[in-house]
DNA sequence: TTGTACGCGTTATCAA
DNA sequence: TTGATAACGCGTACAA
């Protein structure tokens, strides 16, 4: 096999075809795919292509295709973990059909997010896009997506549904069971933190925890329900306020694992025993879990998957709008514990 | 201004140069930014390109032309703080040059790497790579690139700086420092995490660690150097080694802030009483301090900033081979504390 | 300083 | 089932 590719010579699809003994469109015909091509024929292609180590100009298929056979990931950042995993699991389904990935942190709230989106659009062509939260929800980019006719799949949305395919866990429920666990454990006064109020998970996840506490004949206080960002700094601002109550929670929810490391902190800093004093609990992506100590009870949402739900829906040529929903866990290690007697 | 563009019909250089009533090609010098265009007309047409929010062809662009204005970042996974990291310094150059950043969590020792590597140069046609450990260091990559004529910048490179320019920092004074730190709180016995041995890094760090032992006139004790791989399991193994050994430590120094947090979970788990018991140091990229308690003590390697950098020799034009050396910080916290009497 | 004509490598259209 | 040819939207080379 002669690799020696000098430098400058590109290789085109012509090369292809003459090493094949076809013409170009059947070369074409190939690598998209299509139907109608013998089988000989296909194969023999198939073999020049492997012998050249021929890859099709991305740009020459843009240009003159209706794909591009790129798809961007708006994801702004709750955190670095959650965005790894969220490209991780968009690349991985990407990758079965030969599609790249557009993918950068964005920074939270920039003025520029619409015009970056509009450059994925009138600069990239992508074939689609992913929205996360908060982004999934933002007016503004929803309207340009069906003003410019744009493909997209938003990740765990909290409105407008029939706008788009998505993908989602059971916010509520993960909440409520969550509870239900520290209820289980013998806790009655069960502080929670609240996410950031534009995401749609942090009025989820708020209403699955007065559910449980609800069916469970507590009466929801409102002193022991404080509101974080969905980071480890308003989390751990959180865990103190609610621990330097003068009737402290024997338990505390955060709903972001971020923040749930932050009620720890705040829990050492104050001398606290754990999980003796104060049990901790957290949702999220299972990030942190492994971080701090003790580990956190966890409702785990499995990210990754939630990505390439999203990408699979996505690429889906059927274009009818349709929700997946992923299973969550509930994580439980040692730092929920009974309550002593 | 009339925003109404209609689904499908897609704005070209030619609509901007009727709007403008020049030419196309000097709608291109403009969007080019060369020189010789009358200021009248550049101004005329900027209004032009800003009126209709015209967005030229990625595609177009790069088929024409010599440059993709499209850069690869090819980022193992030491870290998702770390690869996030990466990605934000890149892009904060590269959204300055109007350059778009290509990035993908790679899995590591993936097969497929030269793959993805020969897909962007072939398929994206990139302007050039950026590397980051171990991949940095990989001759198989390095001659790929050679033979192919592609420009490269690595990050934290361990040999052959004479392949590429290259972004660093003094890892091996970092690490000297780190541990002078720790003698000088009167340590003599001072365990140490080294990182992976794939990186470059892991060399330099250990060669800083025992020059400091050294100078100091401690005799380096193979016995307290532990091997790891830069995450968290490895790091909470070789602290519970270190932490079970007859004659224990007084201080632990790991290679990344990530094992470090693993050494500092070990010692809870023994129920360690910290910093009393044994002091935790680490270096890293500063991004799990925050997280743990008590809070590391680190050697902060400015991850954004050798991005940026990074980025910057790879987008400047003059293409002669650079070093850049970034500067780092010892940030202390209450988890090294001087030794009780 | 500005404009014209051509080519980049692929897909789409239409004919064979 | 295959092939010839015309786009696609821009940059390049050269002419004006």
């Known amino acids: ?65 209706r794909r591009s056979f790129q798809i961007g990931l708006v994801c702004d950042n709750p955190s670095p973990h959650y965005v790894y995993e969220m490209q991780s699991g968009i690349r991985d389904r990407c990758e079965a059909d030969g599609v790249r990935m557009i993918a950068q942190p964005y920074d939270r709230g920039s003025d520029r997010l619409l015009d970056d989106i509009e450059a994925l659009i009138d600069g990239i062509n992508v074939d689609g896009l992913i929205l996360t939260p908060p982004i999934t929800d933002r007016p503004a980019v929803l309207d340009l997506l069906a003003r410019r006719n744009v493909r997209f799949v938003r990740v765990s949305p909290g409105a407008q549904l029939e706008t788009s395919s998505s993908v989602f866990i059971d916010n509520r429920a993960g909440a409520r069971i969550m509870t239900e666990h520290l209820i289980a454990l013998g806790h009655r006064r069960i502080g929670f933190v609240t996410g950031h109020p534009d995401y749609a998970t942090s009025i989820q996840r708020a209403a699955g925890h007065r559910d449980a506490l609800v069916a469970a004949g507590i009466a929801p206080d409102d002193a022991l329900v404080v509101r974080g960002d969905y980071d480890f700094a308003s989390g751990a601002r959180a865990g103190g306020q609610l621990l330097a109550l003068d009737d402290r929670p024997t338990a505390i929810f955060a709903s972001s694992d971020d923040m749930a490391a932050g009620v720890l902190a705040a829990a050492h800093g104050l001398g606290l025993h754990l999980p003796r004093d104060c049990s901790v609990a957290g949702f999220g992506d299972d990030a942190l879990a492994g971080y701090v100590w003790p580990p956190l009870t966890t409702i785990r949402q499995p990210t990754r998957s939630l990505a390439w739900n999203a990408a699979d829906l996505l690429l889906d040529p059927d274009a009818r709008i349709d929700y997946r929903e992923c299973p969550f866990d509930l994580i439980v290690r040692a730092s929920t514990a009974p309550l002593e007697s």
């Open 1 to 65: 096999m002669n690799d020696s590719r000098a430098a400058g010579a590109r290789l085109t699809i012509k090369d292809v075809a003459r090493e094949a003994g076809v013409s170009i469109k059947t070369v074409s015909r190939v690598l998209n795919k299509e139907r109608y091509v013998g089988d000989a024929t296909r194969a023999r292609v198939e073999a020049a292509v492997a012998a050249l180590k021929f890859r099709p100009s991305q740009a020459a298929r843009t240009l003159g295709g």
